[in-house]
C-alpha cells in the first residue's frame, strides 16, 4: 500500500491524529455537538473507529466492485 516517496503509515496516523483532534477541538468550542456522519470504505473503517466512529451500515460494492461503503457515527455527548 506505501510506495517509496509516501507519507507513510506512522505519518499517515501522525497527520491523520492532529487532524482529527483540531476538527472535534472546533466542534466543541463553537458548542454545536452534531452527530458526524461520514462515508468511507472498509479501507478506513479501523482508522475512523480510532476516533470514536461506529459503523452504522455497510452498502458491499457501494463505491464500486470491492470497495464497500461504510456509514459511520460519531456521537458528541
Do not use: C, P, W
Amino acid at each position: 500500500m506505501f510506495h517509496q516517496g509516501s507519507l507513510g503509515h506512522r505519518r499517515l496516523i501522525s497527520v491523520a491524529d492532529r487532524f482529527y483532534e483540531e476538527i472535534e477541538s472546533r466542534i466543541r468550542t463553537e458548542g454545536k455537538m452534531y452527530d458526524i456522519h461520514i462515508s468511507t470504505t472498509q479501507l478506513m473503517e479501523k482508522l475512523f473507529n480510532r476516533y470514536g466512529f461506529e459503523t452504522t451500515s455497510i452498502v458491499e460494492d457501494g463505491f464500486g466492485e470491492g470497495l464497500h461503503q461504510y456509514d459511520m457515527v460519531k456521537a458528541f455527548r
